[in-house]
């Protein structure tokens, strides 16, 4: 053992030890003896002497400086020609010497030369030899051929004040290249590195970073699904605070952590600390951290045991702050939870949406140049809507457009999500697929709720808690609720408390795709769909009653209308169409509203090919009524009456008269079959039935040409949908008022009730209403010198009305007419044409807008 002089301290590490043992234990057993003999004979054939076996590497001391720094070189050329096994790969040993003096005792050596020589190898990456500048300046003159120093400048090293200039041994025949050292203010281990570019969450990151810097903060989690861009996330956010902490960042990937025991063996090795001997592996890294310190803990999700033991590291260490990556929260003390949604898919100032962004950048990558206009920008929005912008969605459809166009793409995703394919093979195995990333995510799930994840997929849309107890959870143990938490807590649910309802929970698109393939293959799907059809055949009648005290339920069922809409379509299949023909001629004020009626329409004609009833005669009635076909109403109203006359229900006869009864060709008999209506509605309370029919009343009565009764009758109808303070009525009342208006041309009186219209319409985003109102206001215009405007309203005003598949009230259609052929002589076929067909491009917004402009 060398007692005197100025001594060079070797030391070695293999780089990612933990992980290979945890891997590959035979093979690295094996591999370590290789590894050994290399370094063993390297350090003895130039004088060195192990102080050390510390397991993965060890501490060498040498007399000379040179000899130290060809053993090293030795050493790495051994390694770099040894055959390992295919299951690991290349060892890859980080080196580092430093030379001075230390106190040799009971075969070992201590002092603050040995600390600076162990600091200077946690610095190193593997295959990288550090030299400090003791030792070179005492090899300098003594090198091989070929081999110089690269100066690396001057750097901090942990634990030390002062900084060290560092030098990189370099050889011809052995790498040089490597990332960055692993010092103070920079990375003390090993962050994945991305060939891709980082696009859309800019100013989240700026988020994140602040409060990674306020001292309250010791841990922040970013919680999101699988796939949806946490671990680039907290990577970029990393790199960017890199120089704020004092002590580095450094990153923990607990993916092949098996159980929370290997929490702090992972965190050691990540801050690029050597557990040996007894001591307490949590011990030792708590004594590593001395200095302000960021760490990233990836992948958290299946350790969810191990928080108390993340609970003791934040507690025993001040300076050291967590950035963690997980499906779950951790449930600590001073946790803050950062959400992550998906990318944005709706544009927001004109800015192209950031899921847009990410397909178009990720096609770029795969040789395909997409323009964000056009037809292919247009349905690459729509791919991004449908993968609910989760990126890893995104990223593996876009490799699509290689063999499909964004068009094409679309449309058969649009069938299936399984279109979305496999990523790059150096991704993750978890990554590479959505069901692989969704698998990972299953797979802590107790089977109670695993039936619950599965059995939620029956609702496209977001479901209220006692939907999910009544449809989801019917059968499973435990509390509905406390089985949703876990769902919410492994980020496969979302909850949402924005929306009309109260809480409602809900899945993305790729999730739920997912969960509906497990309710299949479960046996499962029928009897889930069954109850969601006995939810609403048992809904239906207490929502019509709330319809008709206040109109907020009408529109909070805006957000629930898929899961009606999918509960209807799977009637048709269970055979219970008739069942739900009669639940939704009991809310016909909802289909009432034209935006929703087609879908309703459509399901009605395929009704009527495997059921029949009186009820699904009205609504056959009813659906042909707003499309325009009265010949086709008349006749399935005359059947419906039939059908309700049989059936001895008053309610539907009654119901029937009111449409039927503007139908008619005698307008006594019309006005006589409405009026017994309006005594029936008014005597039961039925105030949205009794409002239709005095409002058909008035239609009847213009129909007649006495236009002052029907103002008179209509200015009536104004006043008592005021007193019903239910606003929805209030509109329609006032845009009747405007009907008559213009029968007189009173045209100012006529616009400013369809104002009046027009504002409650667009407060309720409700198409039907203002277009309707938007129309009378071109009426005015064309008839008040405005022609050029009235001819780009029509225009969007048809375009509304294409699009939502019903017809424009007659009395309306008949005074646009007549503006239409008044313009067309005005301006030209030609022009006219142009300008509509200009109309025709506004959306809805700008249509608002061109009105509210004059």
């Known amino acids: 053992m060398i007692t005197s002089g100025t001594l060079t301290f070797l030391f070695t590490d293999i780089e990612q030890s933990s992980r290979l043992w945890?891997?590959?234990?035979?093979?690295?057993?094996?591999?370590?003896?290789?590894?050994?003999?290399?370094?063993?004979?390297?350090?003895?054939?130039?004088?060195?002497?192990?102080?050390?076996?510390?397991?993965?590497?060890?501490?060498?001391v040498f007399a000379s400086a040179p000899d130290a720094c060809e053993a090293a070189l030795l050493a790495q050329r051994g390694l770099a020609g040894a055959a390992w096994d295919e299951a690991i790969g290349p060892l890859r040993v980080r080196m580092a010497l430093h030379s001075g003096t230390a106190e040799a005792r009971d075969g070992d050596y201590f002092g603050p030369e040995v600390n600076r020589a162990a600091r200077l190898e946690?610095?190193?990456?593997?295959?990288?030899?550090?030299?400090?500048?003791?030792?070179?300046?005492?090899?300098?003159?003594?090198?091989?051929?070929?081999?110089?120093?690269?100066?690396?400048?001057?750097?901090?090293?942990?634990?030390?004040?002062?900084?060290?200039?560092?030098?990189?041994?370099?050889?011809?025949?052995?790498?040089?290249?490597?990332?960055?050292?692993?010092?103070?203010?920079?990375?003390?281990?090993?962050?994945?590195?991305?060939?891709?570019?980082?696009?859309?969450?800019?100013?989240?990151?700026?988020?994140?970073?602040?409060?990674?810097?306020?001292?309250?903060?010791?841990?922040?989690?970013?919680?999101?699904?699988?796939?949806?861009?946490?671990?680039?996330?907290?990577?970029?956010?990393?790199?960017?605070?890199?120089?704020?902490?004092?002590?580095?960042?450094?990153?923990?990937?607990?993916?092949?952590?098996?159980?929370?025991?290997?929490?702090?063996?992972?965190?050691?090795?990540?801050?690029?600390?050597?557990?040996?001997?007894?001591?307490?592996?949590?011990?030792?890294?708590?004594?590593?951290?001395?200095?302000?310190?960021?760490?990233?803990?990836?992948?958290?999700?299946?350790?969810?045991?191990?928080?108390?033991?993340?609970?003791?590291?934040?507690?025993?260490?001040?300076?050291?702050?967590?950035?963690?990556?997980?499906?779950?929260?951790?449930?600590?003390?001073?946790?803050?939870?950062?959400?992550?949604?998906?990318?944005?898919?709706?544009?927001?100032?004109?800015?192209?949406?950031?899921?847009?962004?990410?397909?178009?950048?990720?096609?770029?990558?795969?040789?395909?140049?997409?323009?964000?206009?056009?037809?292919?920008?247009?349905?690459?929005?729509?791919?991004?809507?449908?993968?609910?912008?989760?990126?890893?969605?995104?990223?593996?459809?876009a490799a699509g457009v290689r063999l499909l166009s964004p068009t094409e793409l679309d449309r058969r995703l649009g069938e299936s999500l399984a279109l979305v394919g496999s990523g790059a093979v150096d991704l993750p195995e978890r990554q590479r697929t959505i069901q692989s990333t969704i698998d990972w995510s299953v797979e802590t799930l107790t089977p109670d709720q695993r039936t619950l994840f599965n059995r939620l997929s029956v609702f496209p849309a977001w479901a209220t808690l006692t939907q999910v107890e009544q449809v989801a959870a019917v059968g499973l143990e435990g509390d509905a609720l406390e089985l949703m938490s876990a769902l919410v807590d492994n980020s496969l649910v979302t909850v949402s408390s924005n929306l009309p309802g109260g809480t409602r929970f809900g899945?993305?698109?790729?999730?739920?795709?997912?969960?509906?393939?497990?309710?299949?293959?479960?046996?499962?799907?029928?009897?889930?769909?069954?109850?969601?059809?006995?939810?609403?055949?048992?809904?239906?009648?207490?929502?019509?009653?709330?319809?008709?005290?206040?109109?907020?339920?009408?529109?909070?069922?805006?957000?629930?209308?898929?899961?009606?809409?999918?509960?209807?379509?799977?009637?048709?299949?269970?055979?219970?169409?008739?069942?739900?023909?009669?639940?939704?001629?009991?809310?016909?004020?909802?289909?009432?509203?034209?935006?929703?009626?087609?879908?309703?329409?459509?399901?009605?004609?395929?009704?009527?090919?495997?059921?029949?009833?009186?009820e699904l005669d009205w609504l056959g009635g009813f659906f042909a009524f707003q499309k325009g076909d009265f010949e086709t109403a008349a006749d399935r109203f005359h059947r419906a009456m039939t059908g309700f006359i049989e059936a001895g229900d008053i309610s539907g006869m009654n119901m029937t008269r009111t449409f039927a009864a503007t139908l008619g060709e005698d307008p006594g008999e019309n006005e006589a079959m409405l009026q017994e209506a309006l005594t029936y509605f008014e005597e039961e309370g039925r105030t949205i039935a009794h409002y239709v029919a005095g409002i058909f009343i008035g239609v009847n009565i213009a129909m007649t040409g006495d236009q002052e009764r029907a103002l008179e009758l209509r200015l009536s109808n104004l006043a008592e949908s005021d007193r019903l303070e239910y606003p929805m009525l209030t509109g329609w009342s006032d845009w009747n008022v405007a009907v008559s208006m213009l029968s007189f041309q009173r045209w100012d009186e006529a616009a400013a009730h369809s104002r009046l219209t027009l504002k409650i319409m667009v407060e309720r985003n409700y198409h039907e209403g203002i277009a309707s109102a938007a129309f009378l206001?071109?009426?005015?215009?064309?008839?008040?010198?405005?022609?050029?405007?009235?001819?780009?309203?029509?225009?969007?005003?048809?375009?509304?009305?294409?699009?939502?598949?019903?017809?424009?009230?007659?009395?309306?259609?008949?005074?646009?007419?007549?503006?239409?052929?008044?313009?067309?002589?005005?301006?030209g076929d030609a022009e006219f044409d142009r300008l509509e067909t200009e109309g025709r491009a506004l959306g809805v917004d700008e249509l608002v807008e061109l009105i509210e402009s004059g």
């Open 777 to 827: 206001i071109a009426v005015v215009d064309a008839n008040q010198g405005r022609g050029e405007r009235a001819a780009m309203i029509i225009g969007a005003c048809n375009a509304i009305f294409d699009r939502i598949g019903i017809a424009v009230w007659f009395e309306a259609a008949a005074y646009v007419a007549e503006v239409v052929a008044s313009l067309r002589d005005q301006f």
């Open 122 to 397: 946690a610095a190193a990456h593997g295959g990288q030899m550090l030299i400090s500048e003791a030792t070179r300046a005492l090899a300098q003159e003594g090198l091989p051929d070929g081999v110089t120093f690269r100066d690396l400048g001057f750097h901090s090293l942990r634990g030390l004040t002062r900084p060290e200039r560092i030098y990189q041994l370099i050889a011809p025949d052995l790498p040089a290249d490597f990332p960055p050292l692993r010092t103070v203010g920079g990375a003390r281990s090993s962050f994945p590195t991305f060939p891709t570019s980082f696009v859309g969450r800019t100013d989240e990151v700026a988020r994140i970073a602040s409060q990674l810097l306020d001292a309250d903060t010791r841990a922040l989690t970013l919680l999101g699904p699988g796939g949806v861009g946490k671990t680039r996330l907290a990577v970029e956010t990393a790199n960017q605070l890199a120089p704020e902490f004092l002590g580095g960042t450094a990153f923990a990937d607990l993916v092949r952590v098996a159980d929370p025991e290997g929490i702090p063996l992972a965190v050691a090795q990540a801050i690029g600390a050597h557990p040996e001997g007894s001591a307490p592996v949590l011990d030792i890294v708590v004594s590593e951290i001395s200095d302000p310190t960021l760490l990233v803990l990836d992948n958290w999700e299946h350790l969810k045991e191990g928080s108390p033991v993340i609970a003791e590291l934040i507690g025993r260490c001040p300076d050291l702050t967590l950035l963690v990556t997980s499906r779950t929260p951790l449930h600590i003390r001073g946790e803050i939870i950062h959400q992550l949604e998906p990318l944005g898919v709706t544009s927001e100032n004109g800015a192209t949406p950031a899921a847009v962004d990410l397909f178009i950048d990720r096609a770029a990558e795969h040789g395909v140049e997409i323009a964000v206009d056009g037809p292919d920008g247009e349905a690459v929005r729509s791919i991004c809507r449908r993968l609910d912008g989760l990126p890893l969605a995104i990223e593996l459809a």
């Open 507 to 614: 899945q993305l698109t790729v999730l739920r795709e997912y969960a509906a393939n497990g309710l299949e293959e479960a046996g499962d799907t029928d009897p889930t769909r069954s109850r969601m059809i006995d939810y609403y055949l048992a809904a239906a009648p207490l929502f019509a009653a709330a319809m008709d005290r206040d109109e907020s339920p009408m529109w909070d069922a805006e957000t629930d209308h898929p899961n009606l809409a999918a509960a209807m379509r799977w009637s048709l299949a269970a055979g219970r169409a008739t069942e739900m023909a009669n639940a939704s001629y009991t809310i016909w004020p909802y289909w009432f509203n034209g935006d929703r009626a087609a879908e309703a329409a459509t399901w009605a004609e395929e009704a009527d090919q495997v059921a029949s009833s009186p």
């Open 22 to 60: 945890d891997e590959s234990p035979e093979p690295m057993r094996q591999a370590l003896t290789t590894h050994n003999e290399i370094l063993i004979g390297a350090i003895g054939d130039h004088g060195g002497t192990i102080v050390k076996d510390r397991g993965d590497g060890f501490l060498a």
